[in-house]
């Protein structure tokens, strides 16, 4: 049964750091991309980074360019996302997605969880002093 897990949330001050996991189980996960993605009460979902099955390609939104890094070990079957410089305006659920097929353009550009085949069940996010 294939699953992903997100863990790694939690309250944290603007300007501080954490970093979210997410694991697999149940498929190749080298051969698939990876993206997380957040959603805050009342907003639609946003793609914040993807990475490619490889590694070779990242992307991420202009929001968190220069502050969140994302990056995998696919021998833990582990997508890590760090997230540096926290603001309030980062709080939000975090879930991470598979997708065999797309880039990582195309995956973090998908707004419907029914656009990719496979979601964890989020990690909550809070950035307040």
């Known amino acids: 049964q294939l699953q992903l897990v997100e863990s790694g949330g939690g309250l944290v001050q603007p300007g501080g750091s954490l970093r979210l996991s997410c694991a697999a189980s149940?498929?190749?996960?080298?051969?698939?991309?990876i993206g997380w993605f957040r959603q805050a009460p009342g907003k639609e979902r946003e793609g914040v980074s993807c990475?490619?099955?490889?590694?070779?390609?990242?992307k991420y939104a202009d929001s968190v360019k220069g502050r969140f890094t994302i990056s995998r070990d696919n021998a833990k079957n582990t997508v890590y996302l760090q997230m540096n410089s926290l603001k309030p305006e980062d709080t939000a659920v975090y879930y991470c997605?598979?997708?065999?097929?797309?880039?990582?353009?195309?995956?973090?550009?998908?707004?419907?969880?029914?656009?990719?085949?496979?979601w964890g069940q989020g990690t909550q996010v809070t950035v307040s002093s």
């Open positions: 997605a598979a997708d065999r097929a797309m880039s990582t353009t195309a995956m973090c550009g998908i707004k419907r969880r029914d656009d990719a085949p496979y």
């Open positions: 149940g498929f190749t996960f080298d051969y698939y991309t």
């Open positions: 990475i490619s099955s490889r590694s070779i390609s990242t």
